[in-house]
């Protein structure tokens, strides 16, 4: 079993900017692959970006140039740095992983086996 704990959520101004965490524990695998998507009201959960073991990341388009993850393998961690924020952004955001080695990560909801319990991100115009 693997926990995921996230943090950072809140509340922001658009153009403003957040940081979320997830620490994962348990039966980590240090190969594996973490991820954060969101899901809005009404809306299926999406894909937001993830990062392979080795660094290898991609990200949606919808936050390409403004989201950047990160990680650190030793304190299996996983931050989203999250600029210039917009109002379309609101939603729960929630930590992925995956304990299978990627050489590019998932952006498929159904990859991905543990799940954290999400952290709100509301971004006012």
């Known amino acids: 079993q693997v926990q995921l704990v996230e943090s950072g959520g809140g509340l922001a101004q658009a153009g403003g900017s957040l940081r979320l965490s997830c620490a994962a524990s348990g039966r980590t695998l240090r190969t594996c692959t973490m991820g954060w998507f969101r899901q809005a009201p009404g809306k299926e959960r999406e894909f937001v970006a993830a990062i392979t073991w080795s660094g290898v990341s991609r990200s949606h388009t919808a936050v390409k140039g403004r989201f950047t993850i990160s990680r650190d393998n030793a304190k299996n961690t996983v931050d989203l740095q999250m600029n210039s924020l917009k109002p379309e952004d609101t939603a729960v955001y929630y930590c992925?992983?995956?304990?299978?080695?990627?050489?590019?990560?998932?952006?498929?909801?159904?990859?991905?086996?543990?799940w954290g319990q999400g952290t709100q991100v509301t971004v006012s115009s």
């Open positions: 992925a992983y995956k304990g299978a080695v990627r050489v590019v990560p998932s952006d498929d909801t159904s990859d991905y086996d543990y």
